[in-house]
T-cell receptor, first 111, second 115 residues
Framework: DGGITQSPKYLFRKEGQNVTLSCEQNLNHDAMYWYRQDPGQGLRLIYYSQIVNDFQKGDIAEGYSVSREKKESFPLTVTSAQKNPTAFYLC??????????FGPGTRLTVT | KQEVTQIPAALSVPEGENLVLNCSFTDSAIYNLQWFRQDPGKGLTSLLLIQSSQREQTSGRLNASLDKSSGRSTLYIAASQPGDSATYLCAVVLRRETSGSRLTFGEGTQLTVNP
């Protein structure tokens, strides 16, 4: 089956710890994206990558880091510098500037 | 900066009713507009994509229109069903980039269709 997978579905961490969220796609899409969603709000762009070994900051990149070593993978690290990390994180991919396809999301809770 | 607004924030209708969800954006120079559906705790499902050169797109009971000059899009749902209950999100791409695109989202309309 073609699609986007995110793991894990739920993630719990203590404050001060870094955590890495996984995103994998087998759609052969060049572009990949990370969004954050808070309750009752729309999605906000954290980082995006248009091609392997290249990525750009989105609107709320502070406290996050990414890598794009393979076309299929775009992991997101939430660092201890992120002040409010508890949120629902969504990964997406697209071919060129067409439709974005989303994964099932990871709900991160930091206490 | 592009801003996207969706009205109403929540809508409750009886089954079978036709309904319209609204989306407005501040910068009319968009590249395309996409409507999504989100079920509670789930990812987003793409419903319709309208390119800037198009006026509408249809898929089954769904029809999305785009009026760039007024900065508005509507999502029309015909003969609503309880299974249509979800949050509907509108998102715009301001310009095409070399590869990929930056979506700016509205906050969504939470739809409840009552049996």
């Amino acid at each position: 089956d073609g699609g986007i997978t995110q793991s894990p579905k739920y993630l719990f961490r203590k404050e001060g710890q870094n955590v890495t969220l996984s995103c994998e796609q087998n759609l052969n899409h060049d572009a990949m994206y990370w969004y954050r969603q808070d309750p009752g709000q729309g999605l906000r762009l954290i980082y995006y990558s248009q091609i392997v070994n290249d990525f750009q900051k989105g609107d709320i990149a502070e406290g996050y880091s990414v890598s794009r070593e393979k076309k299929e993978s775009f992991p997101l690290t939430v660092t201890s510098a992120q002040k409010n990390p508890t949120a629902f994180y969504l990964c997406a991919s697209s071919m060129d500037s067409y439709e974005q396809y989303f994964g099932p999301g990871t709900r991160l809770t930091v206490t | 900066k592009q801003e996207v607004t969706q009205i109403p924030a929540a809508l409750s209708v009886p089954e079978g009713e036709n309904l319209v969800l609204n989306c407005s954006f501040t910068d009319s120079a968009i590249y395309n507009l996409q409507w999504f559906r989100q079920d509670p705790g789930k990812g987003l499902t793409s419903l319709l994509l309208i390119q800037s050169s198009q006026r509408e797109q249809t898929s089954g009971r769904l029809n999305a229109s785009l009026d760039k000059s007024s900065g508005r899009s509507t999502l029309y749902i015909a003969a609503s069903q309880p299974g249509d209950s979800a949050t509907y999100l509108c998102a715009v791409v301001l310009r095409r980039e070399t590869s990929g695109s930056r979506l700016t989202f509205g906050e969504g309309t939470q739809l409840t269709v009552n049996p």
